[in-house]
């Protein structure tokens, strides 16, 4: 029975590149720097080394940002350095540039009060 799980994703390895590319634009990041975000809650930075088809990612010179002691789920500034590392697809929530991104006020949290008003 385990020939027929295999069948549709090995299928299409003769264009590896062009498949990765059409579902993943990592390519264009390979070797600048990215924030990774993980759905334990943890946010990492460094530079994209690589990658494969699972979103398994190799980041050199690789920071996590350290947590609220009060409130986990709050990200602090605080970095510690990791090195190179390896990140398993499975837990990867989001990738992003590093270059051209900033944080943005929520704008779900400011107008909950209102609507509640309104009806």
Excluded: H, W
């Amino acid at each position: 029975g385990g020939g027929g799980r295999g069948g549709g994703r090995g299928g299409g390895r003769g264009g590896g590149g062009s498949k990765k590319e059409s579902i993943l634009e990592l390519a264009k990041l390979v070797d600048s720097s990215v924030r990774v975000k993980c759905l334990g809650g943890r946010e990492l930075r460094g530079a994209l080394r690589g990658y494969d088809e699972l979103v398994n990612l190799v980041l050199d010179d690789c920071e996590e940002f350290l947590r609220d002691p009060e409130d986990p789920e709050q990200v602090t500034n605080q970095t510690r350095k990791l090195g190179l590392v390896v990140i398993r697809g499975t837990q990867v929530s989001l990738v992003s540039p590093e270059e051209g991104t900033e944080e943005i006020a929520n704008p779900f949290l400011g107008g909950a009060e209102e609507e509640e008003m309104e009806g």
